[in-house]
């Protein structure tokens, strides 16, 4: 089992930047699959993007592509996205999440999930 805490968030102006983290417990951090969610004020739950076990395959939600980086440090168990260029749409609660369901590949499918972060506001304003 592992317990993940997001950080990083905060209120900032369009065009922005913000690092997330997302710290996890336990000794076994690189066989989880990872992944950051978001969740907007009346919406659901949307991918935003997902790595690999290793860190070295990820995968990006169309609307984040060239915006936002997700990196890993196993050594740290550690979680990181990079947003930059952000823009009043990405405000949202944003959550980490970890799955063993796949093994260590990439998962971008939210029910695949088990383990999740309480989450961390970022608010966009222009």
């Known amino acids: 089992q592992v317990q993940l805490v997001e950080s990083g968030g905060g209120s900032v102006q369009v065009g922005d930047s913000l690092r997330l983290s997302c710290a996890a417990s336990?000794?076994?951090?690189?066989?989880?699959?990872m992944g950051w969610f978001r969740q907007a004020p009346g919406k659901v739950r949307e991918f935003v993007v997902a790595?690999?076990?290793?860190?070295?395959?990820?995968s990006y939600a169309d609307a984040v592509k060239g915006r936002f980086t997700n990196s890993r440090d196993n050594a740290k168990n550690t979680l990181y996205l990079q947003m930059d260029s952000l823009k009043t749409e990405d405000t949202a609660v944003y959550y980490c999440?970890?799955?063993?369901?796949?093994?260590?590949?990439?998962?971008?499918?939210?029910?695949?999930?088990?383990?999740w972060g309480p989450g961390t506001q970022v608010t966009v304003s222009s």
């Open positions: 790595i690999n076990g290793p860190g070295d395959s990820t």
């Open positions: 336990g000794h076994t951090f690189s066989t989880y699959a």
């Open positions: 999440a970890a799955t063993q369901r796949s093994g260590v590949g990439v998962v971008t499918t939210l029910s695949l999930y088990d383990y």
